[in-house]
């Protein structure tokens, strides 16, 4: 069992938790006055305990991101509950909100969606202090611990330096630090080494790492990459079309995947397999369309297991026993 799962109070829960966005509307839509939804998100259960690393695998478009954006409160579900200790999260107004924004971070993808490129490392590193009201006297601890934390040298190396003086990797580490000024407990990593080099990965993933463990933070990763999810996640959901369609602790995950996306995802990476039990499964074309309220298995158009069954029946996210969980009537 994950700790979230043995434990009564985890510091994220999310409750049915679902997103739908209004599609594009079609020529007959508008005759008829239909309005076509993406179900961007839709009735996932998710809950994080503190000090444990959640991976959250899937490709582009499976909702991923829109997922962290709603356990962060940076959009609002269409349906469902979020708490963040204890507190249902849609409830929050003033100074309760702004305590919560302290303490649920997002770390950003690209560094220079984070960091506004005209203002000094400095200011960058002292923003998130001054906009939550933090008193100014202790701005320069705050940003000297966290440097330190994503070892990084003192602030006075980078007096007067703007974020494109800095290489990728010092970048990312700025962003990390950026989040940590906030001494958060939770923090959303969305895609957080993917637009830097294979070189400098492995390092600022290290730190990142570290990081988590010394200060027991709760941590969501969300990304694309086994090899990222294999070395920082203890448990892993697998996302396709809005949907969890397995998840577990990573290491069986991963070593014997039950779902056939998930297979079909461990079997793309150009790495020996440890567990050579199962068969090797092609993933057939692109991600369906999210549009609508698809009956069945969403996973069926690109399924190469599919039986007439997936096309009637949504298959449940069911217990397999030793927090192993599973989407699928065959597996
Ligand atoms: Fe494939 Fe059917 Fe399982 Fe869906 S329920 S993953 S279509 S076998």
Redesign the pocket.
């Known amino acids: 069992m994950t700790a979230a799962q043995t434990s009564a109070h985890p510091l994220v829960a999310a409750s049915g938790l679902t997103k739908r966005f209004a599609a594009p509307r079609s020529l007959s839509d508008m005759f008829s006055g239909h309005q076509p939804h993406v179900h961007a998100v839709d009735g996932i259960d998710l809950r994080i305990a503190r000090g444990e690393s959640v991976g959250l695998l899937g490709e582009s478009g499976c909702g991923k991101t829109t997922t962290g954006r709603l356990l962060l409160k940076l959009t609002e579900p269409s349906a469902g509950s979020i708490a963040f200790d204890g507190v249902a999260i849609d409830t929050l107004k003033g100074n309760a909100l702004t305590a919560f924004r302290k303490r649920a971070q997002l770390v950003f993808q690209n560094p220079f969606d984070a960091l506004n490129p005209r203002f000094t490392i400095e200011r960058v590193l002292a923003e998130p202090l001054v906009n939550t009201g933090v008193e100014r006297a202790s701005h320069s601890d705050k940003v000297e611990k966290a440097l330190a934390q994503v070892r990084l040298p003192p602030l006075s190396r980078f007096e007067g330096l703007f974020p494109h003086q800095l290489s990728g990797g010092q970048l990312q580490r700025i962003v990390l630090a950026r989040a940590l000024v906030l001494e958060p407990d939770f923090i959303v990593a969305d895609e957080p080494v993917s637009m830097l080099d294979v070189s400098v990965r492995a390092g600022v993933l290290n730190v990142m790492r570290e990081v988590r463990a010394t200060l027991g933070l709760a941590a969501l990763y969300i990304s694309h990459d086994l090899a990222l999810v294999r070395y920082v996640c203890s448990t892993t959901l697998v996302m396709y079309l809005g949907k969890i369609?397995e998840q577990g602790p990573t290491a069986d995950l991963l070593k014997t995947p039950l779902?056939?996306?998930t297979r079909a995802l461990v079997n793309a990476v150009p790495v020996p397999r440890v567990d050579q039990s199962h068969e090797p499964l092609p993933i057939i074309g692109n991600v369906s369309d999210a549009r609508g309220q698809p009956r069945?298995?969403?996973?069926?158009e690109r399924?190469?297991?599919?039986?007439a069954?997936?096309a009637e029946e949504e298959?449940p996210l069911r217990d397999c026993g030793q927090g192993r969980r599973v989407?699928?009537?065959?597996?």
């Open positions: 369609v779902h056939p996306y069945g298995c969403r996973f069926r399924c190469p297991m599919a039986v069954r997936c298959p989407a699928c009537h065959l597996a």
